[in-house]
């Protein structure tokens, strides 16, 4: 995988999302949910960068945030060194094309009414109104070839296939407009295992042949540890650590990460023998003041309690860590 | 006496004007008392159908065809519905991937736990209560005795979970069928979930039939392992053996597959195309169409479940234990 260090084709700073709930009956406050409180990530060209944590952490805000289907409450985006939370869709429209989003769910992310081409030339008719009919069908093609679709789907609709072949067909409209960066939430998440392992090899070699950049969101560790280059671990809207992902399983330094990588299920087994304390995540609307983990971190002092750790360097890796007592 | 004895389990489904599909199609199984049952597969397998079929519970329009459960020496598809209510919720007790299914949203969680056990003991309700309470201490729920005035809403996911552990625990039953109980949670909370499942049957000699399509959590959990394809066992025996030596080409490609038994980023283990529906199922072995080593017999005649397998041509033809002891 190629890197160039300073040079990120997406970067955020400082990015927060606040939700407004609806008011309860016996309140006059309205709630403010805090999905994203603060939130720096630098994706380099060419990576995979995973984005890890536990349902309600933040990681489809952070994603369509990126994308462009949420505006943030406050920070700043970046794409290609470019500030695009501000622009207006008019705006924005040239660059869309050069980032697409594979979602989670292959049964709902497809019109049901649309056939496989329909559903494959509307992002390129869209974004590339200078293409003619000719080139439309010419690149749907392409990418149905590129991402193992058979040509006969086109005039087929959504209910006939299984769900690996949805999410090719997902797949294959994110490229259809030859991105370079793809936001992929939890793509492989409702696969069974034998599919997972034909999605993730599609993703690969795709990411080979084109040089994408991926961030690729999951909850499921094992797939990180093969597919990740670098990781960024979530907790109630907060990256805990950012490291490579060789770091990350080999030395992780968050509690919250520790406990993470604790809870795999192993197939050599023992590892469920011990008592688990159970854990909760924190109310976004009400987030702990300090470390939002320390409710269950067995280090946790009285600083955790009451001062947020930020995200820093630790000394003797290159790895982000936000514990007050990380080292 | 096995706790529990499955014998050539069918179950069919009405297609067409009088056509039907078997969504099990021939299934034994055998459990010891204590004994931890790991039954993995793809979605759309027959997983639930086999949980769904032992209890006697397959609902209309579906139907068992043929074979016998066998639970404590009884054949629990002949019982009256009156016997099995003293066996279901009581001796054999389940869990589902949605807590919702058991908990009744406008009961307390204390309410629920009461009517329960009185349902199944003549107990006073003081008694009860005080059962219960024990039973929500033993998963571990904090502050057990003031959570009994709560509601299902007011708790989180993995508490709820928690609570229907505790309901399926109240009767002290024999055995535990639990379909996917942590596959909607967190990984650390499905840690702590299996844990506890695998700690009360372990201490407690509960049998357990856990069903999942995560190979990881049945390597911590169970002592023995069934694999389903296509409505039909196609491998079973013990889960270390299996999961260190698979002999069916299935069992094969799906531990092949799994990431962690990659090199980092090299490809994947791939297996071509996905499982048929039961509405179209292959002739022969239903896994000929994906299978690296299947034959013209594999395509025309179904092969017997023999020595835990159900292949013409396994890896490991004489099984793991043999080949250990050949090397000694
Ligand atoms: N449109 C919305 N309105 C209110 N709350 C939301 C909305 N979208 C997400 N949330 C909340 O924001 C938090 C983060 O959600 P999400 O980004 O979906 O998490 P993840 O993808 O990590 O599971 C959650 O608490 C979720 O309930
Ligand atoms: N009511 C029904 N009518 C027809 N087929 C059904 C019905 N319920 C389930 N099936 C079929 O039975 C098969 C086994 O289903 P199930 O036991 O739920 O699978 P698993 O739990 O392994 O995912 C599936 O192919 C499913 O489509
Ligand atoms: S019987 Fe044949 S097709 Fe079926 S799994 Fe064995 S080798 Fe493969
Ligand atoms: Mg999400
Ligand atoms: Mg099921």
Redesign the interface.
Known sequence: MTHSINDPIVETRGLEMRFSLPTHFLSRKKPVLHALSGVDIQIQKGETFCVVG??GCGKTTLGRAIMGLLTPSSGEIYFRGERIDTMDEAERKPIRADMQMVFQNPYASLNPRRNVFQTLAEPIRYLMPEKSGADVRAQVEAVLDATGCDQSWQRKLPHEF?G??RQRIAIARALVTNPAFIVADEPISAL???????I??LL?DLQDERGLTYMFIT?D???V???GDRVAVMYLGQVMELAT?DAIYRDPKHPYTQ??L????????????????????PDPVNPPPGCPFAPRCPIAQNICRSERPLLRELETSGTMAACHFAE | MALLDVTDLHVAFPRGKKGEVEALRGVDLTLEKGQRLGVVGESGAGKSMLAFAILNLIADPGRVTQGSVTFDGQNLLELSERQIRRIRGNRISMIFQDPMVTLNPVLTIGKQMIETLKAHRSISTREARRLSIEKLNLVAIPSAASRMDAYPHELSGGLRQRVVIAIALLTDPELIIADEPTTALDVTIQAEIMSLILRLCRDNDVALILITHDLGVVAEVTERLMIMYAGKCVETGRTRDIIDAPKHPYAVGLLKALPQNSAKGAKLYQIPGSMPPITNLPTGCPYHPRCERSTDKCRAAMPPLEHGVACFHPMHENGARDDAEAAQ
């Open positions: 536990e349902s299984s690996g072949q069974d295992v034998s599919i997972q392992a034909q993730l090899n690969n909850h560790l094992s797939v540890e093969h597919f992902t406990l993470l604790a809870a795999i299920p192993r197939l050599e087994g023992g590892s469920f023998d011990a008592p688990r304390e159970p854990g909760e995540l």
